[in-house]
């Protein structure tokens, strides 16, 4: 069973950083684009940044010179990077995956930013 499971959220001082990751799981053959998108309530899910399988990033230009994406092909996790934090950053973060030719969402992980 293929699955996404997403670590290193939790509560974070306004200007702090944290670094979460995803690892995919199951029986895969192949993985095409990795990335993060987050949620808060009441708004849509949006992009937060997807790299290639030749680790090349895309960002929401919003996010650029705060966020870093990265992944290990050989282990078969993402990362998200995420430095000068801000109070509105606060969401559920999302990693997704396109695993054989399907697309999966991993169970999502809390991150919080007090200011």
């Known amino acids: 069973q293929v699955q996404l499971v997403e670590s290193g959220g939790g509560l974070v001082q306004a200007g702090g950083s944290l670094r979460l990751s995803c690892a995919a799981s199951?029986?895969?053959?192949?993985?095409?684009?990795m990335g993060w998108y987050r949620q808060t309530p009441g708004k849509q899910r949006e992009l937060v940044a997807t790299?290639?399988?030749?680790?090349?990033?895309n960002f929401a230009e919003s996010l650029k010179g705060r966020f870093t994406i990265s992944r290990d092909n050989a282990k078969k996790m993402v990362y998200l990077q995420m430095n000068s934090l801000k109070p509105e950053d606060t969401a559920i973060y999302y990693c997704?995956?396109?695993?054989?030719?399907?697309?999966?969402w991993g169970q999502g992980t809390q991150v919080t930013v007090s200011s």
């Open positions: 199951g029986n895969i053959f192949t993985i095409n684009v």
């Open positions: 790299i290639t399988s030749n680790g090349r990033p």
């Open positions: 997704n995956a396109i695993i054989n030719f399907q697309n999966y």
